[in-house]
């Protein structure tokens, strides 16, 4: 909606949506496509997941596949993709660590930077509304930075300051 060239990953084993209680996710491969995933919770519980929202995320179960797939076939896992971006910016520390991870195992090949940022949100509905306002807020000031590797941590610490939250931030390569 804003014009950002954007891409959307996983970085685990599998996709995890939320299930009839957070102890119990649903799982599916990257393989499944988002419209098996979407009938399967339909054929499952109909009523949790259509009539339903325990602390927010029964609807939310629906809502993923049924917009993903509006935009794409299936999940895609980050470690599997060989395109390159000049950000990959994650929203949980866990996931951070695998993209770095990632990056530190396939070795730097070409020496093109790109930067990895972290934003922590909480799973749920709330914050993730606030953190897609505030990632959006951040790529555009990455967008308009006339050289990226000199000025991100600057970008960064004015983002810090001005909401109150902490970025987690690495360059690796390419």
Same mark, same amino acid.
């Given at each position: 909606?804003? %014009?950002?060239?954007? %891409? +959307?990953?996983? +970085?685990? *084993? ?6 009839? *209680?957070?102890?119990? =996710?649903?799982?599916? %491969?990257? /393989?499944?496509? #988002?419209? $098996? ?9 109909? *009523?949790? #997941?259509?009539? +339903?929202?325990?602390?927010? @995320?029964?609807?939310?179960?629906l809502k993923l596949p049924n917009r993903n797939r509006r935009i794409k076939s299936k =999940?895609?896992?980050?470690? $599997?993709?060989? &395109? ?5 910016? %994650?929203?949980?520390?866990?996931? #951070?660590?695998?993209?770095?991870? $990632? ?9 093109? =930077? ?5 934003? +922590?949100?909480? /799973?749920?509905?709330?914050?993730? *509304? ?9 790529? !555009? !000031?990455?967008?308009? @930075? !006339?050289?990226? &590797? ?10 810090e300051e001005k909401n109150k939250r902490t970025l987690y931030h690495h360059v690796a390569?390419?």
């Amino acid at each position: 909606k804003r %014009s950002f060239n954007v %891409s +959307s990953f996983g +970085s685990g *084993t599998h996709c995890k949506l939320p299930g009839p *209680t957070p102890e119990e =996710p649903n799982i599916y %491969s990257f /393989d499944s496509s #988002y419209d $098996d995933m979407y009938n399967d919770l339909i054929k499952k519980d109909r *009523t949790l #997941y259509l009539f +339903s929202c325990y602390y927010d @995320c029964s609807l939310i179960a629906l809502k993923l596949p049924n917009r993903n797939r509006r935009i794409k076939s299936k =999940p895609e896992r980050f470690q $599997d993709c060989d &395109d390159k971006h000049d950000c990959v910016i %994650s929203c949980d520390e866990r996931v #951070y660590d695998q993209v770095v991870e $990632d990056f530190e195992n396939r070795g730097n090949v070409d020496g093109t =930077p790109v930067h990895l940022i972290n934003l +922590s949100i909480m /799973d749920n509905q709330e914050e993730a *509304t606030i953190g897609a306002v505030l990632i959006c807020e951040l790529c !555009q !000031q990455i967008e308009e @930075c !006339q050289d990226l &590797d000199d000025n991100i941590e600057d970008i960064i610490r004015e983002f810090e300051e001005k909401n109150k939250r902490t970025l987690y931030h690495h360059v690796a390569f390419y």
